[in-house]
């Protein structure tokens, strides 16, 4: 595979986002071994640091464990799976036109209940859990999403470490 090739989505897994409670067969608070399991096998690369757990998975993951309890997923924007909520989908795609999906979306709900950013202008959605990270892939930039459960929506950005917001 070259470096900076993406998969197109009829090569990806299809997984289906439901809102702070599970990606795909992932779901928040599983244990690593629950996790390892649930996706057919060993987590390599798994390592502590600063009391958190982290995993780069060869499925195209970064899976994020404090406590022994999954507690973020990151989705590589090259090779991951393609994560799918309200029939769109939210990996390896034009940031632009997936935040301004996600403005659209906020117009039509209570103010100040749907987007946030995070410091480096990465917008985020409070009623999905998620923030739309980016990822290079060669001369353009594609969306690398992280999604959190319904506890960390308060303060987002200090839940992981800073390696989950920018690669």
């Not at 090739?5 to 009829?10: M, Q």
């Amino acid at each position: 595979m070259k470096v900076w090739h993406v998969l197109p989505d009829s090569e990806r897994q299809q997984w289906l986002l439901d809102p702070f409670v599970s990606v795909g067969p992932l779901r928040f608070g599983m244990s690593p071994d629950e996790a390892s399991a649930v996706l057919g096998g060993g987590l390599p690369g798994l390592e502590w640091r600063g009391g958190e757990r982290r995993t780069h998975s060869e499925a195209g993951l970064d899976l994020y464990f404090t406590a022994e309890r999954l507690c973020g997923i990151s989705v590589d924007a090259r090779r991951g799976p393609q994560v799918l909520t309200d029939g769109v989908a939210l990996v390896g795609r034009v940031p632009s036109e997936l935040e301004q999906w996600l403005v659209e979306r906020a117009e039509s709900r209570e103010p100040y209940t749907e987007l946030f950013y995070l410091p480096a202008a990465e917008a985020g959605s409070l009623t999905l859990g998620f923030v739309l990270c980016v990822q290079r892939a060669g001369d353009h930039l594609i969306t690398r999403p992280v999604f959190l459960p319904a506890e960390a929506m308060d303060d987002v950005y200090h839940q992981l470490p800073d390696t989950a917001w920018a690669i």
